[in-house]
């Protein structure tokens, strides 16, 4: 019995977990969102990490083998943290996504997250260090609002591209780093604005890392089981619509 | 020396400290946002009522003579609990936004707020207990993170006020009540959309409460201390920009 446990500051892990579930490497899934403390995009780093290693705490209860850290602000600061005090392997949405591009050095990539995220460097950084030259990243906050009100695409998605795009020269991206996990909603939109630019999905990133550093193998079935610090109901039934539990 | 507590679940209760400081009823307000578990208004009941406590408990270490609470998805769920516990008056903003509407019961009211604060259906049963009869209400949980983002008027806050109110009479409407802290920044957006109706601000209408049930008259000078869980320096950051300081 080999476990997974996914970690998420709220719902919007579910598009990983998504991944996971259909990847089948796992027997088993335990997802945790820590709900009563969402967002994590706006807090201070030592406030992430603490938050990060309590949700490590509670996971670990579950046997788990491996943890996918989900959430794009915990991965770009707990990260070590977390691996230090897990004892097993631990996989975050950002080194996932940046060796998910496959891509010629001078391509165009743009990179989008949360405040949180972009300010952290962390991505920027490990794409420098990959060779990478062409890289604008920009802080989209208001995705993630967007997307939990069920708005994916339309005037106001457009007027909010406009506001963060509009100073880029959109058919020129070759790359887009989808850096939240809420971000996978909005596909459609990014694909009409980016007409020419590959999608890097942290999902499919994740599950990718896990075939090719971790030699993982698909098994006959996955089950997943889903936690929240705040509002379970919720959880449960936004993955009864995402994961078609 | 008579203290006030001013408990917010973030920043945005800093419209509301605006107006105490200005109003002079006290010699010292202690403001603490909760800025580590921001926003309140997507969370459990009893969550809330949870991290309210422990916000009052923070605050009494202070020696406060009164508590007010600026953040509505608290007012809506937690007052009861606080006012058991505090052993001091305890005044929250939905109450004081009820008493300030000094109208006709006949007249068009909309009530503005979090998904939190209009699901309670706190406002609108005290209105109606008041006797009025004309009542909207309207969820608008996308204007908290345009406020945070800057962004008050201009192309995306008018299609966001179509989404919301694109079927309402706007110029049927008398009275707006500002359910959140942070709407009195988009007061100009709903002046223009709402040309005929007078705007209830929960700050305003703390003061007016404060002075009219109890008896609270001006000082020479107020001071202000700010606390908040995560993010202190933002907060002062904030707070020097809207308050002068």
């Given at each position: 019995?080999?476990?997974?446990?996914?970690?998420?500051s709220?719902?919007?892990?579910?598009?990983?977990?998504?991944?996971?579930?259909?990847?089948?490497?796992?027997?088993?899934?335990?997802?945790?969102?820590?709900?009563?403390?969402?967002?994590?995009?706006?807090?201070?780093?030592?406030?992430?990490?603490?938050?990060?290693?309590?949700?490590?705490?509670?996971?670990k209860?579950?046997?788990?083998?491996?943890l996918?850290?989900?959430?794009?602000?915990?991965?770009?600061?707990?990260?070590d943290?977390?691996?230090?005090?897990?004892?097993?392997p631990?996989?975050?949405?950002?080194?996932?996504?940046?060796?998910?591009?496959?891509a010629?050095?001078t391509?165009?990539?743009?990179?989008t997250?949360?405040k949180?995220?972009?300010?952290?460097?962390?991505?920027?950084?490990?794409?420098?260090?990959?060779?990478?030259?062409?890289?604008?990243?920009?802080?989209?906050p208001?995705?993630?609002?967007?997307v939990?009100?069920?708005?994916?695409?339309?005037?106001i998605?457009?007027?909010?591209?406009?506001?963060?795009?509009?100073?880029?020269?959109k058919?020129?991206?070759?790359?887009?780093?989808?850096?939240?996990?809420?971000?996978?909603?909005?596909?459609?939109?990014?694909?009409?604005?980016?007409?020419?630019?590959?999608?890097?999905h942290?999902?499919?990133?994740?599950?990718e890392?896990?075939?090719?550093?971790?030699?993982?193998?698909?098994?006959?079935?996955?089950?997943?089981?889903?936690?929240?610090?705040?509002?379970?109901?919720?959880?449960?039934?936004?993955?009864?619509?995402?994961?078609?539990?």
């Amino acid at each position: 019995m080999n476990r997974c446990g996914v970690f998420d500051s709220g719902i919007g892990g579910l598009s990983v977990a998504s991944e996971l579930l259909k990847s089948k490497l796992f027997d088993e899934i335990i997802y945790f969102g820590d709900t009563a403390r969402v967002p994590y995009g706006n807090k201070n780093e030592s406030t992430i990490i603490r938050y990060s290693l309590e949700a490590l705490e509670f996971l670990k209860n579950f046997d788990i083998d491996f943890l996918v850290v989900a959430c794009n602000s915990a991965s770009s600061v707990a990260i070590d943290e977390l691996r230090r005090e897990a004892g097993f392997p631990v996989v975050g949405v950002i080194e996932a996504g940046v060796k998910a591009l496959d891509a010629a050095k001078t391509s165009n990539i743009l990179l989008t997250g949360t405040k949180r995220t972009i300010q952290s460097n962390k991505y920027q950084n490990m794409l420098l260090d990959l060779g990478y030259q062409n890289i604008i990243s920009v802080a989209t906050p208001l995705f993630v609002p967007l997307v939990e009100e069920g708005i994916t695409e339309g005037k106001i998605v457009d007027e909010v591209f406009e506001l963060y795009f509009g100073d880029i020269d959109k058919s020129s991206i070759d790359y887009v780093i989808l850096g939240c996990t809420h971000y996978p909603f909005l596909a459609k939109s990014f694909k009409k604005h980016f007409p020419n630019a590959k999608l890097i999905h942290s999902g499919q990133a994740i599950v990718e890392l896990l075939k090719n550093e971790y030699g993982l193998k698909e098994k006959s079935d996955t089950s997943i089981k889903l936690f929240a610090s705040d509002n379970p109901e919720e959880l449960r039934s936004k993955a009864k619509e995402w994961l078609n539990l």
